[in-house]
C-alpha cells in the first residue's frame, strides 16, 4: 500500500531558529499532500494545502511567511517552520493520496519543541 | 463547510465488550468518509474507507457504516481487546483529492 514518510519524528530547536520538516511518498506520485498540526489533546487541523510545483494554499488564520511550503517535486513536499517561537511546539503530521485511489496515507509525524 | 462531531470524546469498556463509535457530519454530500486510528504520540493509521456510494466496509473485527442521509457514520469493534486502546478520528472529504475535516476524535481504554 501507500507509504508516506515523515522525517524528522522529533526535533527540538531555540527560539527564533527555523525548522523544515520533509514529507515524502514513497511508492507513489502526490500533486497535493496536506499539512496539519495537533495540539495535546485534540484533533487534526489543516494548515495548508501543498500543490506541486504551485503555490500552498493556506487555511485561515496560518501564516503562511511563517509556514513556508514547497512542493517541488511529485514525491517530496517541506514545511519550514521559521522564526520558531515556544508556541509553536506541536505535532505536525502530513498526508497524500495516491492518484486513481480514495484513501489518504499519513506520515507518521514529527514532533517539534521550541525552547 | 463541513464539520465533523465525534460522540462520546472518551470512552471505557471492559475486554471483550463491543465497541460503538459516532460520527456525524453535517453535509451529506460527503465524497469519502475514512476512519483513523491514532497511538500516543503517532502518526494515523488508516482503518476504513467508505465512498459515498457505499453504505458499509468490513475489515476483521471492524465495522463502519455510513448513513449520508442522516449525516452519521459508525465505527464497530468487536470483542474489544486492549491493544485496541486508542483514539479513534473520523474524517470526511467533500470532493475526491480535497482536504479531510476531521472529527474530535474518542479515545479508547478497554480494560484487562
Known amino acids: 500500500g501507500a507509504v508516506v514518510s515523515q522525517h524528522p519524528s522529533r526535533v527540538i530547536c531555540k527560539s527564533g531558529t527555523s525548522v523544515k520538516i520533509e514529507c515524502r511518498s514513497l511508492d507513489f506520485q502526490a500533486t497535493t499532500m496536506f499539512w496539519y498540526r495537533q495540539f495535546p489533546k485534540q484533533s487534526l487541523m489543516l494548515m495548508a494545502t501543498?500543490?506541486?510545483?504551485?503555490?500552498?494554499?493556506?487555511e485561515q488564520g496560518v501564516e503562511k511567511d511563517k509556514f513556508l511550503i514547497n512542493h517541488a517535486s511529485l514525491t517530496l513536499s517541506t514545511l519550514t517552520v521559521t522564526s520558531a517561537h515556544p508556541e509553536d511546539s506541536s505535532f505536525y503530521i502530513c498526508?497524500?493520496?495516491?492518484?486513481?485511489?480514495?484513501?489518504?496515507?499519513f506520515g507518521s509525524g514529527t514532533r517539534l519543541t521550541v525552547v | 463547510k463541513q464539520e465533523v462531531t465525534q460522540i462520546p470524546a472518551a470512552l471505557s469498556v471492559p475486554e471483550g465488550e463491543n465497541l460503538v463509535l459516532n460520527c456525524s457530519f453535517t453535509?451529506?454530500?460527503?465524497?469519502?468518509l475514512q476512519w483513523f486510528r491514532q497511538d500516543p504520540g503517532k502518526g494515523l493509521t488508516s482503518l476504513l474507507l467508505?465512498?459515498?456510494?457505499?453504505r458499509e466496509q468490513t475489515s476483521g473485527r471492524l465495522n463502519a457504516s455510513l448513513d449520508k442521509s442522516s449525516g452519521r457514520s459508525t465505527l464497530y469493534i468487536a470483542a474489544s481487546q486492549p491493544g485496541d486502546s486508542a483514539t479513534y478520528l473520523c474524517?470526511?472529504?467533500?470532493?475526491?483529492?480535497?482536504?479531510?475535516?476531521f472529527g474530535g476524535g474518542t479515545r479508547v481504554l478497554v480494560k484487562p
Open positions: 498526508s497524500a493520496r495516491e492518484s486513481g485511489t480514495y484513501g489518504y496515507t
Open positions: 453535509d451529506s454530500a460527503i465524497y469519502n
Open positions: 501543498s500543490n506541486e510545483g504551485s503555490k500552498a494554499t493556506y
Open positions: 474524517a470526511g472529504s467533500l470532493t475526491a483529492g480535497n482536504k479531510l475535516t
Open positions: 467508505i465512498q459515498s456510494s457505499q
